[in-house]
């Protein structure tokens, strides 16, 4: 721990206060939260997994804090739980009567890691898996996920990997990278590096400049070894638009990442690509593996589709409505049927897009029971490392319903391995397929 940042934090503390604010708003728009790093696993798995980031060793000797910069963090944390989290009744718990029990044993304890684990034992009994305070050490090298380090260029996915299906799936090849000039795409699986069959995220990363050889496998197709140099990226995620080779006639809109200006422009301007030339029979919204973005952006992609009041945020700063106003494309779209793709990876943002177009009747859902996650998180940093993750406002569908715990469930159920076929023979995309066709001929037969 830095001294000198003890001299800013009693300053710091109260202006970060000020602005979580703004932070916690369900309309705020936090780009840097939620752009997710490049070559970062969505999830782990077996013998291959990638090794959990460590937490940093704690020195033996005590790391003295001084009372005032002590008294603080405690305000800091504390008031941030009571003005912020999203329960007003904490949970069942009596703040008041909490903060009057840890404050003293925080003022008297001397040792800056007691303190810490004072202060995470306290946020603690919320017993919220999604808010909690963490020791700079428990961050682990947070250089590591830096997004100006050295790497391919590709978003990565371990869930598929396995004895049948080894390897690291390949979710995005983000522009410019390494990856996006060796050929590299997505739903290819990296199932060595430098001729490891256990591929690690952790190898792939490497100092700029450096080379590295990785084994790669596309779907249907015979392995390859590419030789590749590591590079620092922009990692922007931006959305994917196209006609589909199997049907022209439908479009195909791939959202990964519900969040930043990239993604609102992103979703506009492919939107108005795909009105060109002949009318769409069908549109495909694939937010598989969407877990990060902003309601901002969600409101914008509703826009195109939905009208009215679809929802609503409730936090402790009060409720706010859903409202959505048509956007310039939305009477282009209002005739296109739509299928919304999703899996068990989609989360939070995405979560409350799909479950909002399916209450509307606009979509049909299309995959496997979406996660249940849709609560907004805000971060503060203290200036000295450590860290509150707050869960600031919740979601709820027009009739009170909320889908935290439950998750979406899906009209059309496919449970197979997406990721392990092309687009040509992907379950969701032909599933889709099958029902935009079979809601047209109904609509075709239904008397006017």
Not at 154 to 178: C, K, M, N, Q
């Amino acid at each position: 721990m830095r001294p000198h940042s003890y001299r800013m934090l009693a300053t710091l503390v109260s202006v970060l206060l000020a602005l979580l604010v703004a932070l916690a708003a369900p309309a705020a728009a936090q780009d840097a939260e939620t752009s997710p790093s490049p070559d970062v696993a969505v999830t782990t798995v077996d013998e291959c997994a990638e090794p959990e980031a460590s937490a940093a060793p704690r020195s033996d000797a005590p790391l003295s804090i001084p009372e005032d910069f002590r008294i603080a963090l405690f305000d800091g944390v504390w008031e941030g739980i009571r003005d912020y989290y999203w329960d007003p009744d904490t949970a069942g718990l009596d703040w008041d009567q909490v903060g009057a029990d840890y404050a003293p044993l925080v003022i008297q304890t001397e040792d800056a890691y007691q303190v810490y684990d004072l202060l995470s034992e306290m946020v603690e009994l919320l017993e919220d898996p999604f808010t909690g305070f963490y020791a700079p050490e428990d961050l682990g090298d947070r250089e590591a996920f830096d997004p100006s380090y050295g790497g391919i260029g590709a978003l990565l996915d371990t869930s598929a990997a396995g004895e049948d299906s080894p390897g690291l799936r390949i979710l995005y090849v983000f522009d410019g990278g390494s990856a996006e000039e060796a050929g590299i795409r997505a739903r290819d699986s990296i199932i060595a590096v430098e001729g490891d069959s256990c591929a690690r995220i952790a190898e792939i990363r490497g100092p700029a400049g450096t080379e590295l050889t990785l084994t790669v496998v596309s779907p249907g197709e015979e392995p390859r070894d590419i030789t590749l140099e590591r590079r620092q990226i922009n990692p922007v995620i931006r959305p994917q638009a196209r006609r589909l080779e199997a049907d022209p006639s439908v479009g195909y809109l791939g959202v990964i990442a519900l969040s930043g200006q990239d993604a609102i422009d992103g979703i506009e301007q492919g939107l108005t690509e795909l009105g060109r030339g002949e009318p769409l029979e069908g549109l495909i919204l694939d937010l598989r593996a969407s877990n990060q973005g902003a309601p901002a952006v969600t409101i914008g992609m509703l826009s195109h589709f939905v009208d009215g009041q679809v929802g609503e945020y409730h936090s402790r700063l009060g409720n706010e409505a859903i409202e959505i106003e048509p956007s310039t494309l939305a009477e282009d779209y209002a005739s296109v049927p739509l299928a919304v793709l999703v899996d068990e990876e989609t989360e939070a943002d995405a979560e409350q897009l799909a479950a909002i177009l399916q209450d509307q009747g606009r979509a049909l859902i299309v995959g496997s029971q979406t996660s249940g996650q849709t609560h907004g998180a805000t971060t503060l940093d203290f200036p000295e490392g450590s860290l509150l993750q707050i869960v600031t406002f919740g979601f709820q569908l027009p009739d009170g319903r909320t889908l935290e715990g439950e998750g979406v469930t899906p009209d059309v159920v496919v449970e197979e391995d997406w990721l392990a076929y092309a687009e040509a023979e992907d379950p969701f995309v032909l599933a889709a397929l099958e029902a935009l066709s079979a809601a047209d001929a109904t609509a075709e037969a239904s008397p006017e």
